[in-house]
Every structure is written in C-alpha cells, then in structure tokens.
C-alpha cells in the first residue's frame, strides 16, 4: 500500500503511467504490471477474482498504486488506494466513497461538462478520452492534440491522456498539459 498522502503521491512520486486492463485487449494485466516503474497506477476493471491477490501483491512490492474500477464493493474489501469510476457515474453516491478520505479518486470524461463535473466534485483526476483513435471506444471520435489542450485547458485537476496511446504516437504526448497517461496497447508492445 502507497503510505503517502494523495495529493503528495500525485504531486511529487506519480509515475505518470496508468495502465488499464480491458476483458478483450488485456484480461491478465500481471506480466505488464511487473514491468511497471514504481509509483505508477494500475486500473483494474472486468479481473477474474483469482487474479486479485497476486495482482495486490506485485502492487504492494513494487509501489504501484492499485485503483478499481466501477466496483465499491471490491475496493472496499480489497483495501485498493483508488477507485475509478465510468463518466456517467460521477453524480451517483456509489462513487463519493466517503468512507476512506485517502483513496485517491478518478473518473473517465469524454466531455468538457463532464470534467468539469468531476473538478467540482473533488475528483483527484481524470481520464480525457479519446485522445487518438483506439479500438476500445469504436463511437468516439479522438479529440485530438490541438482540440484535447483546448478543451483542458480551464481545468485545475490533474488530466490524464487516454485513447490509442502506441509507441507510435506516445512522443505527440509531449505538448500535452497533462499529467501523464493510461494505456493498454503501449503498455503491452513496450
């Protein structure tokens, strides 16, 4: 477990790499995780529950933040330092977790109204997506570089890249006012 407060964790020690696991592209994240720098995020969402305690523990060894996703219940249990949650749960009480003041909090936004939402909320950060064309969100249009700085550009919360990020187009994140990115597929050809 990260024994940091959030903001110093977020502030000071992030990584800037979160990586996210995906029941089709990335069902066993373990091999990856283990490559991770420390103090990096991991995202779980659709895991098998045999996997959760190996994955814990390579967490806990190499400092790796452990969020879950859309799944209080497990966070709870499992004692995750986050919690991640889908844009269109951001209003409902599932995801105010006003039991553990320390985990650190973040929620995926496809829209402008909708990060601003989690800003006012007190969201520690947010996932601005689809930045580049990916796979996973086949309806959505990426933003793009130019239209993801204007849209992000009033927020005071950490944002994070999310969308297609590849070796190939990971250096085009440079010019970014982010504070780092989510992958699946860089992760998994890096």
């Known amino acids: 477990m990260i024994h940091f407060s959030k903001k110093v964790f977020l502030n000071k020690y992030f990584s800037g790499q979160i990586l996210i696991n995906d029941k089709l592209k990335l069902p066993?994240?373990?091999?990856?995780?283990?490559?991770?720098?420390a103090f990096s995020i991991v995202?779980?969402?659709?895991?098998?529950?045999?996997k959760i305690s190996r994955i814990k523990h390579i967490c806990?060894?190499?400092?790796?933040?452990?969020?879950?996703?859309?799944?209080?219940?497990?966070?709870?249990?499992?004692?995750?330092?986050?919690?991640?949650?889908?844009?269109?749960?951001?209003?409902?009480?599932?995801?105010?977790?006003r039991q553990n003041k320390q985990l650190i909090r973040s929620t995926s936004?496809?829209?402008?109204?909708?990060?601003?939402k989690a800003q006012k909320l007190g969201y520690d950060?947010?996932?601005?997506?689809?930045?580049?064309?990916?796979?996973?969100h086949k309806n959505s249009k990426e933003i793009g570089k130019i239209k993801?700085?204007?849209?992000?550009?009033?927020l005071t919360l950490p944002v994070i890249a999310l969308g297609g990020i590849n070796t190939h187009n990971i250096k085009k994140l440079k010019k970014?006012?982010?504070?780092?990115f989510a992958a699946i597929e860089?992760?998994?050809n890096n």
């Open 28 to 37: 066993d994240p373990t091999n990856i995780i283990e490559k991770l720098p």
């Open 43 to 50: 995202v779980l969402r659709h895991i098998q529950p045999n």
């Open 60 to 97: 806990q060894k190499k400092r790796i933040l452990l969020s879950i996703a859309n799944n209080h219940y497990l966070a709870q249990k499992i004692k995750s330092e986050g919690f991640h949650t889908k844009e269109y749960n951001i209003n409902n009480g599932i995801t105010k977790l």
């Open 109 to 116: 936004c496809h829209k402008f109204t909708s990060a601003m």
């Open 125 to 136: 950060f947010i996932f601005y997506s689809p930045i580049f064309h990916t796979s996973t």
């Open 148 to 154: 993801f700085n204007y849209q992000t550009r009033k």
């Open 176 to 180: 970014l006012k982010i504070k780092g």
């Open 186 to 188: 860089y992760f998994k």
